[in-house]
């Protein structure tokens, strides 16, 4: 006897208003909060553990689009990957590739504004502004800082 999926329908999940969880089957759920809050959760084991994975609020997702990432997670594990991890993972990068994208006017800004609490005077931040507006500005500019080597930081100590 074999499991079955597609167990919800669109009605079922606008009548239904009681908090709990209410399975659609392969591991998808509706998930209500206390405070009314509809959303898709994926549930799984691995390695003797349960782990649950959110997919959206129902507002943003529909019951098909959530279906289609519940079938994707299967297939991950399938293949030995935790849906979880590759979830995080695909985040950290994204946030990795938005950092190596800022470029050095931005971080240099940055830096200022969170270290000038910390100097005794607004000279000392006018200093600091000055001399990488005047040395280094010129020549990293708007490159991502990610492509800043060795030989672009001697372009700008060497005159000095």
Not at 97 to 121: H, L, N, P, R
Request: include cysteine.
């Amino acid at each position: 006897m074999g499991h079955t999926i597609h167990k919800l329908t669109a009605t079922r999940i606008a009548r239904t208003t009681r908090p709990g969880y209410y399975g659609d089957g392969g591991g998808l759920y509706l998930q209500i909060t206390s405070a009314g809050v509809k959303s898709w959760v994926f549930r799984y084991m691995l390695v003797g553990r349960a782990r649950f994975m959110g997919l959206g609020p129902l507002h943003t997702i529909s019951l098909a689009e959530a279906r289609v990432h519940a079938l994707d997670c299967r297939k991950q594990l399938l293949l030995g990957i935790d849906p979880l991890d590759a979830k995080h993972n695909e985040q950290t990068e994204r946030r990795l590739a938005a950092v190596k994208s800022k470029t050095f006017d931005e971080c240099s800004k940055a830096y200022i504004e969170a270290q000038q609490a910390g100097w005794k005077s607004a000279k000392h931040t006018a200093q600091w502004t000055n001399t990488l507006a005047t040395y280094a500005s010129p020549v990293f500019k708007k490159l991502p800082v990610a492509t800043i080597n060795t030989a672009l930081v001697m372009k700008v100590l060497e005159p000095i």
